[in-house]
């Protein structure tokens, strides 16, 4: 199975800051990689997929870069609504593996 | 508008088989690259992936759990069905499916239904 590690699993931000979320596979996974926003209590929400494409409505502040085994997800302008845990997905290979997520937390 | 209903028992003992449907609507299980997954998340803990089917029956488990999950769908009722055998207390999460597209991504969620393991 494909391990994906997510660092840091948390931070502190404040409102305005730039904020970026690594995620790692223990192979290569060329750009098959998913990322989700979970706020509490709630499903996830499907951000951006292929490492780079940004699902239709998710706000352009969001970004994802990437490829292989090394990738981020980048939020430009945090806003109050980020303020969530997010979590990076591999889909090169079944079984499917999520990361062990990154909470975003208010400074 | 596509949406997800997960569905079962609230609360199941131990050793006893869960069994969960997942009933989808604004679109069918039949459409070409898409599918059903199953995602469960323990109490503050992270995703795990379970199990998914795509609508050419093709289906697909988690490593670790493979020997206890059925996955099965009834195209006509847009129904999926996830039994897992064997609970236990560490098996208490929220059970969530969702929309599996082309690139293996799970673009629409189901709100998700917490099943607790106890005795």
């Known amino acids: 199975d494909i391990q994906m590690t997510q660092s840091p699993s948390s931070l502190s931000a404040s409102v305005g800051d730039r904020v970026t979320i690594t995620c790692r596979a223990s192979?290569?996974?060329?750009?098959?990689l998913n990322w989700y926003q979970q706020k509490p209590g709630k499903a996830p929400k499907f951000l951006i997929y292929?490492?780079?494409s940004l699902q239709s409505g998710v706000p352009s502040r969001f970004s994802g870069s990437g490829s292989g085994t090394d990738f981020t997800l980048t939020i430009s302008s945090l806003q109050p609504e980020d303020f969530a845990t997010y979590y990076c997905q591999q889909s090169y290979s079944t079984p499917l593996t999520f990361g062990g997520g990154t909470k975003v937390e208010i400074k | 508008q596509v949406t997800l209903k997960e569905s079962g028992p609230v609360l199941v003992k131990p050793t006893e088989t869960l069994t969960l449907t997942c009933t989808v609507s604004g679109f069918s299980l039949s459409n070409t690259r898409m599918g059903v997954s199953w995602i469960r998340q323990p109490p503050g803990k992270a995703l795990e992936w379970l199990a998914h089917i795509f609508s050419n029956d093709e289906k697909s488990f988690s490593t670790s759990l493979k020997s206890r999950l059925t996955i099965s769908k009834d195209t006509s009722k847009s129904q999926v069905v996830l039994t897992m055998t064997n609970m236990d207390p560490v098996d208490t999460a929220t059970y969530y499916c969702?929309?599996?597209?082309?690139?293996?991504?799970?673009?629409?969620w189901g709100h998700g239904t917490l099943v607790t393991v106890s005795s």
């Open positions: 969702a929309r599996i597209i082309g690139v293996a991504a799970a673009d629409y």
């Open positions: 192979q290569s996974i060329r750009n098959y």
């Open positions: 292929a490492a780079s």
